[in-house]
């Protein structure tokens, strides 16, 4: 008796092993379709809306109106748009199981192509595909557990169709969000999300650029000097560019007026309170 019912459990595993695997593969591939569309259609928008913006050339002149209405549909219409994009999906698996308002999806694809200024792909891609992954959770109504994978899926997926890279970019979208660990669980049904979205959006037409390695440095000790020194150059451009950012943000937090209008200005501040027109913002112990 006490074999058949180590068979029995065994085989009960075994089963609910397997059911699981295909779940995942089913909603992995659903999620890869879906973002694989979304990141398409969105790379796409991106080359017509700059080619379109440089074929005049003072269209720069028209980046402050477009800055302010990037902030007025942000800020009225889904404040959680704000920002590159990456940064509010995180907050969104840690502290909301993944929950992402539908809104953000139209008004950071809106935001950021309505300017038709330099913008990253990542950033506002991971945030879109995400929202959709949540959406689609939402709509079968899963649990808190099941969203929050589908947005992992999501998000890896994204980093995959947007660079082109479906095994490098689902990785990344899981280490992303856990510094220094990983989410095995959902390892499979990222890189099935990845693989399938990036075949879709090759398929819608999207090209990448690949560029082939053709030789390989001999390691040296010469060599391996130079590549510690374009680390810590490397390094110190990025502490430039970090800390360029929030002077830029803490200056912004200065302005005294209204919160788009600070927009207009190439900054979207940290705070999101803004009572009226002109506005005081106050200091810190006042």
């Known amino acids: 008796m006490h074999i058949k019912s180590r068979i029995k459990r065994a085989a009960a595993e075994e089963s609910i092993m397997l059911i699981s695997v295909l779940k995942w593969t089913v909603l992995a591939t659903i999620t890869g379709v879906i973002v694989g569309l979304s990141s398409g259609g969105f790379l796409k928008l991106l080359a017509w809306s700059t080619g379109y913006s440089s074929r005049y050339s003072y269209y720069y002149l028209l980046l402050p109106a477009g800055f302010f209405i990037s902030s007025v549909l942000v800020r009225y219409l889904a404040p959680e748009a704000k920002g590159h994009g990456t940064e509010k999906v995180i907050e969104a698996v840690h502290k909301r199981s993944g929950k992402i308002a539908l809104p953000v999806v139209p008004v950071k694809l809106a935001a950021t192509l309505e300017a038709g200024g330099s913008v990253g792909k990542e950033g506002p891609s991971a945030q879109i595909d995400a929202g959709l992954a949540s959406a689609f959770a939402d709509l079968f109504r899963f649990g808190n557990a099941d969203r929050k994978k589908l947005?992992?899926?999501?998000?890896?997926?994204?980093?995959?169709?947007?660079?082109?890279?479906?095994?490098?970019g689902s990785i990344f979208g899981?280490?992303?969000?856990?510094?220094?660990?990983?989410?095995?669980?959902?390892?499979?049904?990222?890189?099935?999300?990845?693989?399938?979205?990036?075949?879709?959006?090759?398929?819608?037409?999207?090209?990448?650029?690949?560029h082939q390695i053709k030789f390989v440095p001999a390691f040296s000790s010469l060599f391996f000097s130079k590549v510690i020194l374009a680390g810590i150059f490397f390094g110190?451009?990025?502490?430039?560019?970090?800390?360029?950012?929030?002077?830029?943000?803490?200056?912004?937090a200065e302005m005294r007026f209204w919160l788009p209008l600070r927009g207009s200005c190439g900054r979207y501040p940290a705070d999101s309170a803004d009572a009226g027109f002109f506005q005081t913002v106050p200091r810190a112990g006042a």
Do not use: D, N, Q
């Open 151 to 168: 947005v992992i899926c999501g998000i890896s997926a994204g980093f995959a169709s947007v660079f082109g890279t479906p095994i490098a």
């Open 174 to 210: 899981i280490e992303v969000l856990f510094i220094g660990g990983m989410m095995y669980e959902v390892l499979l049904p990222s890189f099935i999300a990845g693989i399938i979205s990036f075949e879709v959006s090759s398929h819608l037409g999207v090209s990448y650029f690949y």
């Open 236 to 252: 110190i451009c990025s502490l430039l560019l970090i800390e360029g950012l929030k002077l830029g943000e803490r200056l912004a």
